[in-house]
């Protein structure tokens, strides 16, 4: 099982000394969570996309191959790249750089996004939302796996005789996670293709997380890839800690009361009932995660976010110490010891790799691929021929 930290880099005040960090104070302290999270085991840094503000993560790929160049071994994800107002050309072809640059430590989690305003800032019509999640999407799964390809759809010009470069590293496609909250069609399309579902449930109690998992599990067994039981699950998390409950509640009740994500709705004490956060202590946490497999089956990712709501740097690195000192290793050990043999890992490069060498065979690692000429539409033979 995997365990992370995700960030959507909002600058939110300090309600405690008013303070408001820098856009570049933001940009640095998510790098710096980065090289904590690696530095105290944690399996997994994603990163979210936003274009306006108070969000500073408007270009994933940029960060992510930054904090590349400065890890080894954690995986770099996003939490979420938005497939309905990104062109999936475009998506094919940083991703795949990305890849490449970071010898296979990342994939995706694809999502429609949740700010209304983005849409026509990109051209797009919010209400297209899930034609638009569909049809890119079917389109970028074919440039990573499709040499040459022709195609027509109703959202962008078709593409004919098209190569989408650099490929995928080794032939193989980063791992795709199909992220919603309350969309069945998501469901539905990560069913479909075999590949990951994300609930990222912070907002929402857990039987609606249930009930949108168990959607995914059926329709994933439905489409032929293996038992329900076996499907790929994430779900997302939060927590505040400290080594009492007392101090975790009174420290973070500032923060909680006025994030603009939490203010104005439920106190902290039916929050943390009703949704995934904890506030509480280390022993607290482990609590409440090793029941989630209880409602959703045994899953392959958990990612928390403890970097919001305008707590300062120095509380934010003591989270992720916390996290990946003395709650990951306890939950690692107790969920991996329960997960029945057959119940899959979460998917890696590696992993990917090798279940593609079992398919087609010895793995040809002079790995070539047919590419058409996007200047005149015509293959090599074709030019041959001519």
């Known amino acids: 099982m995997q365990f992370g930290i995700f960030t959507i880099a909002d600058i939110t005040p300090d309600p405690t000394t008013g303070r408001i960090p820098t856009e570049h104070e933001r940009l640095e302290l998510m790098v710096e969570e980065a090289l ?5 085991g944690l399996d997994v840094f994603a990163l979210g996309e936003h274009h306006n503000p108070p969000f500073v993560t408007s270009s994933p790929t940029t960060t992510l191959a930054y904090i590349g160049a400065k890890t080894q071994d954690i995986i770099l994800s ?28 990342v994939d995706l989690v694809m999502g429609r996004g949740n700010t209304g305003p983005v849409y026509p800032w990109f051209g797009k019509d919010i209400r297209k939302g899930i034609e638009l ?15 040459v390809v022709d195609w027509e759809g109703e959202f962008r010009t078709p593409l004919q005789q098209f190569t989408s470069t650099p490929r995928p590293l080794d032939g193989v496609a980063p791992f795709v996670w199909h992220g919603s909250i309350r969309s069945p069609q998501i469901a539905e399309q990560a069913a479909f293709y075999g590949d990951g579902f994300f609930h990222n449930n912070i907002f929402w109690p857990i039987s609606h997380t249930k009930q949108m998992v168990q959607l995914y599990r059926q329709r994933f067994e439905h489409y032929g890839h293996g038992r329900a039981d076996q ?7 939060q927590a505040f800690m400290r080594r009492s409950s007392q101090d975790a509640v009174r420290e973070f009740r500032p923060y909680f009361d006025h994030a ?38 045994d899953y392959q990712r958990q990612l928390f976010l403890l970097d919001h709501a305008g707590l300062p740097r120095t509380t934010v690195l003591e989270q992720i110490e916390l996290l990946g000192t003395e709650v990951v290793p306890v939950l690692r050990r107790e969920l991996d010891a329960r997960r029945p043999a057959d119940v899959p890992d979460a998917p890696t490069h590696a992993s990917l790799v090798a279940k593609a060498e079992a398919e087609r065979g010895a793995f040809d690692a002079a790995y070539r691929f047919e590419t058409g000429d996007n200047w005149t539409g015509l293959r090599a033979e074709d030019r041959k021929d001519a």
């Open 78 to 105: 996003t939490a979420t790249t938005l497939i309905t107002t990104n062109d999936p050309v475009k998506i094919a072809e940083d991703y795949a750089m990305l890849q490449h640059l970071t010898g296979g430590r």
């Open 231 to 237: 499907a790929i699950v994430g779900l997302g998390g």
């Open 133 to 147: 999640a569909v049809e890119n999407y079917e389109l970028l799964h074919r440039l990573w796996r499709e040499d």
């Open 36 to 40: 904590l999270a690696e530095q105290v």
């Open 260 to 297: 603009p994500v939490y203010g104005g709705g439920p106190s902290m004490e039916d929050f943390t009932r009703q949704t995934p956060l904890v506030v509480g202590s280390p022993e607290q946490v482990v609590e409440r995660y090793l029941t989630m497999a209880d409602h959703v089956g």
